[in-house]
């Protein structure tokens, strides 16, 4: 066993290091000057370690009061032969056990990532779920009129009284069979190029003019708002925006704070911009829109079409709507629209003459491109 190991030496009274030689014995060290030939011992019950139990760390030992003598030995070996060799000198750190700690600090730093990864994924979505369950519906009305006006400032509405009418008679129709809702259902359309159309917290739905003048028939755009009500009912979008916005405007929710929800209405909005919902979440606007069509006595096949037409426009090579980025719509769920579809006979009556669609389809035509600052 080692028993010599190269040190440096201070004596607590100055700054300078002085080279040392240092031998273990059973009961201490036995310390000798290198420049002077002076020696002495260090006992290992008055001998304290302060340095030295971390990877990259020297081995720093001190004797005495407020200003100890000082050895620093730079191989860790120098522990192990201590402790090997000195009963009395137990109090050392034992240097097997930084693999232990690493060991130990990996584990918890694996534990920290899955903690986290499990927050996020599990946590966060279940509070959202939670919070979303409860939050009052003045709260989220509010919530979601800020949102428009952040969507969808009056600068850029296309807002024709006779027109948008006939928009707001398809989506009364609907909320009137979606029994029970604690809602008022109100339909924007954006001057917007973009083909879109997105649900907002509390009962608000916007519809930017691209979406709008795709449509061929008025069932095409009630198929839409059919799937954007029911997001609204099950509070699909609310519950989205806590999982994904800031925990301020949660906790604003949570305590029916209505004050503040304007402060929240931008961050709300670049949140609703930028969101898409779960499979689970589509699936079920899927099915009860179909469900809230047949009730309403509009004919599903609409909604269908209009899907079916969005993704032949992606199949074409087409710049991808919008709205398929935000709603995926693929072939199996198209094909199970069509099976829900096929359970109700289809109504007689449509819900306008094509030449009035296209009218209201239209309905932005006449208004100035939103860049222009021309208000109506």
């Known amino acids: 066993m080692r028993l010599d190991w190269d040190a440096a030496y201070l004596d607590g ?3 300078a290091r ?9 009961t201490g060290l036995d310390v000798a000057l290198a420049d002077g030939g002076a020696r002495f011992f260090w006992p290992f ?3 304290r370690q302060t340095q030295g139990t971390y990877a990259g760390e020297q081995v720093r ?7 100890p003598e000082v050895l620093l030995i730079g191989d860790i070996g120098f522990l192990s032969a201590a402790r090997a060799m000195a009963p009395d000198a137990g109090h050392l750190h034992d240097p097997a056990h930084r693999r232990f700690r690493v060991g130990l600090t990996f584990g918890a730093l694996v534990t920290a990532v899955a903690l986290a990864l499990g927050i996020y994924f599990v946590g966060i979505p279940a509070f959202a779920q939670v919070a979303a369950a409860r939050v009052p519906v003045s709260w989220e009305e509010s919530l979601g009129a800020s949102i428009v006006e952040h969507f969808a400032p009056p600068s850029r509405r296309c807002d024709d009284p006779v027109r948008q009418a006939r928009i707001d008679a398809i989506v009364s129709q609907l ?6 809702q604690p809602y008022t259902f109100r339909v924007t359309v954006v001057n917007s190029p973009i083909v879109n159309a997105v649900a907002a917290p509390g009962g608000n739905i916007i519809v930017f003019r691209g979406l709008l003048e795709r449509t061929e028939t008025a069932e095409e755009l009630a198929g839409v708002l059919a799937h954007e009500v029911e997001h609204v009912l099950h509070r699909h979008v609310t519950r989205a925006i806590f999982q994904h916005a800031s925990t301020g405007i949660l906790m604003a929710a949570l305590v029916g704070d209505v004050s503040s929800v304007v402060a929240y209405g931008l961050e709300g909005a670049r949140t609703l911009g930028d969101l898409q919902m ?34 032949a426009r992606e199949r074409g090579g087409d710049i ?28 007689e009556r449509r819900l306008l003459p094509d030449d009035e669609w296209d009218s209201v389809k239209n309905l932005c035509g006449e208004l100035p491109t939103p860049t222009r600052s021309t208000r109506r």
């Open 13 to 15: 009274r100055t700054a």
């Open 18 to 26: 002085r080279r040392a030689t240092v031998r273990i014995t059973r």
């Open 45 to 47: 019950r008055e001998v």
């Open 61 to 67: 030992l001190e004797r005495g009061g407020e200003l």
């Open 175 to 180: 909320a009137a069979k979606a029994q029970p």
């Open 278 to 311: 779960s499979r689970g979440a589509e699936s079920e606007a899927d099915r009860e829109g179909v469900r809230l069509l047949q009730a309403a006595g509009i004919d599903t096949a609409g909604m269908i079409t209009f899907f079916e037409k969005l993704s």
């Open 320 to 347: 991808v709507p919008r709205y398929l980025r935000t709603h995926p719509t693929t072939a199996e769920r198209i094909a199970t629209l069509r099976t829900l579809a096929a359970a109700a006979a289809r109504p």
